[in-house]
Every structure is written in structure tokens, then in C-alpha cells.
């Protein structure tokens, strides 16, 4: 299992920008994924974006495509999430998770190792 560590939540208005960054201490670049997932209590967890660190092939919500960008910097083992254009139904708890496997999975049960959680609240 991986240790990850979130950071970079917060308060923005509508339309305002966020980036969420996850440390990972350490992973087979040749076997892994790793993405990002949200809840609102009462709610499952739902995938919002996931990467192939292998290649880089990306996956994407419906709900967030187009405004949000996952990326991964081989050099700091560190998974971003850069979110544009935020909505009032972006706010939830925001986790990252990584695991093995083939592709840019977005259930959340693909997923071995999760991190703390970072809130992020859209409101006017």
C-alpha cells in the first residue's frame, strides 16, 4: 500500500480555480494508476479523474471535463488536480487514491491506498 499525502483544499467563489497535490511515497510506474475521488456525506465516493502513470492516459467525469486537469510529476511523485471554473456542486471532500492496474479506473473500488482528504467548498 501507498502513503499519500493531499494538500491544497480551500474556500473559493464560483468560477474560481483550486489545485489539490498528493505526495506518494512510492509506486511501480509500470503497473499503476492513481486518481482522484470526492464525497458529500451520505453520498458514495465518486471519481473525478484518474491517471496511467505508465503512459499518462487520462479519464475524466462528465461532470468535470473540460474544467479540471489531473496530471503527475515523475520527479516529486506527486499527483495534481487542477480545477477551473468551479461550480457550487464541485464542493465535497476531495481524496486520492493510487493502486495497480491497467487503466485510468474511476470506481473507487480499483483503489488500494487513499489519502486523508482535503475539503473543498464553492460557495458565494
Known amino acids: 500500500a501507498q502513503y499519500l499525502v493531499e494538500s491544497g483544499g480551500g474556500s473559493v467563489q464560483p468560477g474560481g480555480s483550486l489545485r489539490l497535490s498528493c505526495a506518494a511515497s512510492?509506486?511501480?510506474?509500470?503497473?499503476?494508476?492513481m486518481g482522484w475521488f470526492r464525497q458529500v456525506p451520505g453520498n458514495e465516493r465518486g471519481g473525478v479523474a484518474a491517471?496511467?502513470?505508465?503512459?499518462?492516459?487520462?479519464n475524466y467525469a462528465a461532470s468535470v471535463k473540460g474544467r479540471f486537469t489531473i496530471s503527475f510529476d515523475h520527479a516529486k511523485n506527486t499527483l495534481y488536480l487542477e480545477m477551473n471554473n468551479l461550480k457550487v456542486e464541485d464542493t465535497a471532500m476531495y481524496y486520492c487514491?493510487?493502486?495497480?492496474?491497467?487503466?485510468?479506473?474511476?470506481?473507487?473500488?480499483?483503489?488500494?491506498?487513499w489519502g486523508q482528504g482535503t475539503q473543498v467548498t464553492v460557495s458565494s
Open positions: 487514491a493510487a493502486g495497480d492496474g491497467r487503466f485510468a479506473s474511476l470506481w473507487h473500488g480499483d483503489y488500494d491506498s
Open positions: 512510492t509506486y511501480n510506474q509500470n503497473t499503476y494508476r
Open positions: 491517471i496511467r502513470i505508465r503512459d499518462g492516459t487520462t
